[in-house]
């Protein structure tokens, strides 16, 4: 069978080209996940889709069945009974023409008798005068009273077809033989389930790609408010993240995002010109104009309640004296200790800042690594030195290596 290209149009061969490009990258990603690569898979899908669907209304469902050979076959076999009918009659067909008839039309003597045509041929008469007048007004450019010779004759008639159907001509539908129109069909309905599949499984993809970059530090962008186990099925929160500082603005930067996420944390550190700098509160849920505040730990508040506020994701909290952080964080590791012993687990991440100018204690560290990981908690070490590869790509955060 040869292939008839007007099956598609020219969005539709577009829309099987974006479809068919989205699933190479598709596969692409699998083995190479990229942001940019997942937005051009959703780009290409959105246009496969609608392509398909353009093409679909607009063009195959206006394809029209090429009759004109049951038109041909037809016009033949009427043809052959009209002349076995005009063999069968034979002399019976009268050999009288007018001056109105056509060709192959044959009438017989106009009522006359034979007594009539006699006289004719005596007389030698070969044409009354009635029809010799007849002759005369339907000459061509003579003025009869009819239509045609009131508005100029027929040449004004077929002008006038020219100039008004010439529109109809120019939008006739597609036109194509049986075989090619069930074949346009086909692939049509074929091509509209695999754009939708397509747009599907790009959108997939999209939101794989946002949980897969959710706990990737310098990756995630866009935070919002849903649930931390979405992310760690996907990518697991490392319990312990250095976080390199780069200006004035990084660290309230970076605490604003953990805010949007969801989540909540407890700020340690000594640097009081830094607290004072950081707002009374941060927006949480943006878009309905909840914001969470940020409360400084006094001497009145316990470490226990910091703990359990923290826990269950009520409130954020800034301390802002090295011995006080050292006194929260030691009652950090005996309450985690608890809830390992107990398995238990945060819902929604929580963090402890660590923006304390002396390092945080080797034990201390490795044990908060342990149960960070038990009970979901997230560590976050500002100000910590890159690694040499980190140096390299210019990322902000590394997990540590225990």
Known sequence: MNWNPEIFNVVGYLSVICWVVAVVLCLIYWKMPSRALCLIVLALSII???????????????????????IAKQEALEQARQKALLDSRGDEVAQVRFAEDGAGDYLDRAGMDDTDLKYFESQGIDTPGWK???????????????????????????????????????????????????????????????????????????????????????????PLPLPSSWFNAVTPMPPILIVVKHGEGSLEKELARLVKRGDSFV??????????????????????????HLITVTDEIEDEFVFESVWYGRSSFVVDSESRSQQVLESFLKELEIRKDARAKVAQTAHIVWDVRSQMPEHSKQELEKLARSTGFSILLIGGKPSRSNSQTNSQAEPLTS
């Open 267 to 292: 700020l340690l550190t000594e640097n009081l010109s830094r607290t004072n700098k950081l707002p009374a509160s941060m927006p949480k849920f943006p878009l309905i104009g909840q914001h969470e």
């Open 48 to 70: 496969g889709f609608f392509g398909a669907r353009s093409n679909s209304n607009n063009y195959v469902n206006l394809i029209q069945l090429d009759r004109s050979e049951e």
């Open 132 to 222: 010799k007048k007849k002759k005369q007004r339907s000459g061509a450019g003579d003025d009869d009273g009819s239509i045609e010779s009131s508005i100029g004759g027929e040449d004004v008639i077929e002008g006038v077809e020219d100039e008004t159907f010439v529109e109809n001509e120019e939008s006739q539908p597609v036109v194509m033989m049986e075989e090619d129109m069930v074949l346009a069909n086909r692939l049509d309905l074929l091509n509209l389930k695999v754009t939708l599949a397509t747009l599907i499984t790009g959108i997939l993809i999209v939101l794989f790609d946002y949980l897969r970059r959710g706990n990737i530090y310098g990756e995630s962008s866009f």
